[in-house]
């Protein structure tokens, strides 16, 4: 097998990518056809709206594919340090609008498109996005890339091309079904796979000591099986700036050696089994969001998707003959979340085994390369392997891992000598309930730097998580605040707010969010605030008008539009904003208020649930079944409503987000590591209502305590109310109306009578409440009051958006981007 260039032309033509179609409607109108008739092998009047599409896809690729190539030869010459983010998850969203934007066509197209009779909506509409992720971290990976991209910063993003991404949500009669996500059918194409540049991932086997030439003692692997990995890759292009990175997912398939060996065995049937087990690896995604389940298969998608791009890294991007000791000047790789934390034993075992290394060389040079950013507090979040698992899947792996922890014990207990509950209470390798390799311990010993993704978080990181590693080393530990790329989450999903920012402040934001300071003195100005609330309005009629279409659900005209999108736990609270809802239709059915009194509100939720996480899903059975009463209810006169679509995934939040008034971020203080939906809220003009948790923190402070309606405990109440003990039942003897809402759920009212369907949430609410939503109830609705009164007057709402918008410039993923340049990376664009 040949790998690299293969070609020795002369030709001038043959070394520098051949230029792109011309950058005008007919330039692009004779490529589309072109594509059309080569690639999709039909004629216009023949083609299918998929055929159209597919077209157009590789139209837009013709036109990035120079700057695609021209970046691979200039960083390559360049042999600056890269950045390589490791991630198991990557929630990307539709391509076509984004590539669009980034190449500057999407005039050219719509024009180009409607010479030949398309409307290029209509083709839109024909992608279904990459659903590879679960939820904010993985949206927040594809974010980072775009901003890599936009800024001009060398990097690879790496990951896994997995065959089904998240699960399509169905609902059937209220309770969510599950569908797979065949988000290949129908072509890919975005994808450019490289079945040549595979490589090779081993697993299993026994390890062997063995003397080497000079009779020095050294190990190797010996593994049982194996898989190919191949590279799909994905164009990442900046925004205008001519630059295209690469996201490089990996998917898995049977090696030759893997399925002869047991066509020779003369098991045909056998053979075709293990050729499946091996691409069992990449087939699905885990549809756990900070839930992960210590599953054998995830192991082996870490450590495949890890392997390969070290590999991929050392052997295909740097030059040949490159000496690792100066491997930390080519690249630094982010490890998002624990999931790809095995990569630090994999380059030891590669630095020591494959390239002779001394021990002490090869950590030196492994804590260079690595860094690590935790998304969570949650324990049961933090991944355990046990080592039973890691030591029959990755045998050398968990050796290296003891070796590690060894050596970071002696170093713990000549620091604190005689402290050998500390030195326990730091080991990577937990006892209860079993022998287990503790991750995020790993990654902390191993990484530069470790990173939280809010100021609040990183300082419960180091207090509460690590505290005895943030002791040890404080200057390890640093924060960055997440961000969204505002090409994605303002100018593609909010077109006219674009435009009416545009036309205030000019061009320039989009690249440098903080610019939307300038909207600021707007605010004050009346006629500026008309416009801004009929981008609203309009934004409203766009989502009415998706919703009848995809979902057959009808929005009510004039409504305040209170929205909760996220995925569906526990921590997250919706069952508090539930609580809220059937609070308001109690006191209106039981007489208490009249309908008259509310203020007309559409609740909208979007979420899914982990299809093993049982109250999650009883959640939204009942989120459902309040849906059902509270819409049909003749009391309410309209002036209620509750919109559940089901399957909220990127594409619905591009249009849901920018229509929002009211942005739900309730969780309970101390759980939500950051959030990112609350930023994208803000930026497209809707208020927040959330406790002091996650980036809330820094939104409330950024656009001000009137803008921003803060309620419930704050974190140190949280902690001193669990540590003196809490107790719901008391919360719900002691307030009547809470108590009526709780109790008219129970009474069946919602389930055709059925007084036990829901007893799962509301016995757990009465009982446990480990998110204290009982606790903070009266709290949320006092302030849903304020909520209220600030939307009577229209005026003031609408000034309050305008400055939300202005204010929340730094939650652009470009300026995440900067601080990790500048806290964690210490590199720099390329320009
Ligand atoms: O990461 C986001 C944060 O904004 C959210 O607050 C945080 O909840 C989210 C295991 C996770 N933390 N942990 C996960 C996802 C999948 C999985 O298998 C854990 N997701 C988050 C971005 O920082």
């Not at 021209?70 to 390559?76: I, P, Q």
């Not at 192991?299 to 495949?304: A, E, H, K, R, S």
């Not at 208020?687 to 809330?696: E, H, K, S, V």
């Amino acid at each position: 097998r040949r790998l690299g260039p293969a070609s020795t032309a002369t030709h001038p033509l043959a070394t520098a990518p051949v230029g792109s179609p011309s950058h005008n409607v007919d330039g692009f109108v004779r490529e589309f056809l072109h594509e059309l008739n080569t690639n999709q092998g039909v004629t216009l009047s023949a083609s299918s709206l998929n055929d159209q599409y597919l077209a157009l896809a590789s139209t837009v690729k013709n036109y990035l594919m120079a700057r695609w190539l021209e970046t691979g030869l200039k960083t390559r010459a360049a042999k600056v340090k890269t950045v390589g983010y490791l991630s198991a998850e990557y929630l990307l969203g539709r391509q076509l609008d984004n590539a669009l934007l980034a190449s500057d066509l999407a005039d050219i197209a719509e024009k180009g498109l409607e010479l030949c009779g398309i409307d290029l909506a209509d083709l839109r509409v024909q992608e279904v996005e990459p659903g590879l992720g679960n939820g904010g971290l993985g949206r927040l990976a594809a974010c980072f890339i775009d901003s890599l991209a936009t800024m001009d910063v060398p990097s690879i993003g790496y990951g896994i091309r997995y065959e089904y991404g998240i699960f399509r949500q169905t609902f059937v009669d209220g309770r969510q079904v599950e569908q797979p996500d065949t988000w290949l059918a129908l072509g890919a194409p975005w994808e450019f796979p490289h079945p040549e540049s595979a490589v090779q991932v081993h697993f299993g086997g026994h390890t062997e000591r063995y003397a080497d030439d000079g009779g020095q003692e050294r190990t190797r692997w010996v593994p049982s099986w194996n898989v190919l990995a191949v590279p799909y890759n994905y164009m990442v292009p900046g925004y205008l700036n001519g630059r295209v990175n690469t996201l490089r997912l990996w998917s898995a398939q049977a090696t030759k050696a893997f399925d002869l060996q047991i066509f020779n065995s003369g098991d045909y049937a056998q053979a075709v089994r293990a050729q499946t087990f091996a691409e069992n690896i990449s087939k699905v995604l885990y549809p756990e969001d900070s839930t992960p389940q210590g599953k054998e298969l995830r192991l082996q998608q870490q450590y495949f998707f890890v392997a390969a791009s070290l590999r991929d890294f050392i052997d295909h991007e740097l030059e040949p003959g490159f000496d690792l000791h100066r491997l930390p000047e080519r690249i630094t790789f982010q490890l998002n979340d624990t999931h790809p934390v095995i990569a630090v034993p994999e380059l030891m075992r590669i630095l020591i085994d494959e390239h002779g290394f001394d021990w002490d060389e090869a950590w030196e040079v492994t804590r260079q390369c690595f860094d690590y950013t935790c998304h969570t507090l949650l324990p049961e979040a933090l991944e355990v392997w046990p080592t039973e698992l890691l030591g029959r899947l990755l045998p050398r792996h968990l050796e290296i891992i003891f070796q590690i922890n060894d050596q970071f014990l002696s170093l713990v207990r000549q620091t604190y000598p005689g402290d050998e509950m500390l030195a326990r209470r730091m080991s990577m390798i937990s006892e209860h309930p079993e022998r287990g390799v503790r991750m995020a311990f790993l990654a902390t010993v191993a990484a530069s730097r470790v990173n939280g993704v809010a100021e609040l978080h990183s300082q419960l990181l180091r207090d509460k998580v690590l505290p005895d590693f943030s002791s040890l080393w404080p200057e390890k530990f640093t924060n960055v605040t997440n961000g969204v790329t505002p090409r994605r989450f303002v100018r593609l999903s909010n077109p006219l707010l674009s435009e009416l920012i545009t036309d205030t402040i000019g061009a320039g934001w989009l690249t440098d969010l903080e610019r939307l300071k300038e909207l600021e003195p707007y605010a004050d100005d009346p006629q500026f605030r008309e416009r801004f609330a009929a981008v609203k309005a309009a934004n409203k009629h766009r989502l009415t008008d998706l919703l009848r279409a995809r979902d057959g659900i009808d929005l009510p005209d004039g409504h305040l539009l209170d929205v909760m999108v996220k995925r569906l736990h526990e921590y997250k609270r919706q069952s508090l904003k539930l609580l809220h809802i059937v609070s308001l239709y109690e006191q209106v059915i039981s007489g208490k208020i009249s309908a008259a009194d509310l203020t007309p509100r559409t609740v909208v939720f979007g979420a899914k649930a982990a299809p093993g996480y049982r109250m999650a899903k009883d959640t939204i059975h009942l989120i459902n079944k309040v849906a059902a009463k509270v819409n049909a209810a003749p009391e309410l006169e309209e002036r209620l409503k509750i919109a559940f679509p089901a399957n909220y995934n990127v594409t619905l939040a591009e249009t849901l987000i920018p229509a929002a008034d009211l942005s739900e971020q309730i969780s309970l203080a101390g759980m939500e590591a950051s959030g990112t939906g609350n930023m994208k809220f803000a930026l497209n003009g809707a208020l927040t209502i959330g406790t002091d948790d996650g980036a809330n923190v820094e939104i409330r402070r950024l656009v001000g305590d009137k803008h921003f309606f803060l309620f419930g405990m704050d974190e140190p109440a949280v902690s001193a109310l669990g540590a003196k003990g809490y107790n719901p039942g008391s919360c719900y003897e002691a307030n009547p109306q809470l108590k009526a809402t709780l109790d008219l759920i129970l009474s069946g009212h919602f389930s055709d009578g059925d007084r036990h369907l829901f007893d799962s949430v509301v016995y757990n609410l009465l009982n446990q409440d480990r998110f204290m939503a009982l606790a903070d109830f009266q709290a949320y609705v006092d302030t849903q009051a304020k909520v209220e009164e600030r939307y009577a007057d229209q005026e003031a709402w609408t000034r309050s958006t305008i400055l939300n918008v202005a204010r929340t410039g730094y939650f652009s993923s470009d300026r995440s981007m900067r601080d990790y340049l500048q806290r964690i990376w210490h590199t720099s664009p390329m320009l």
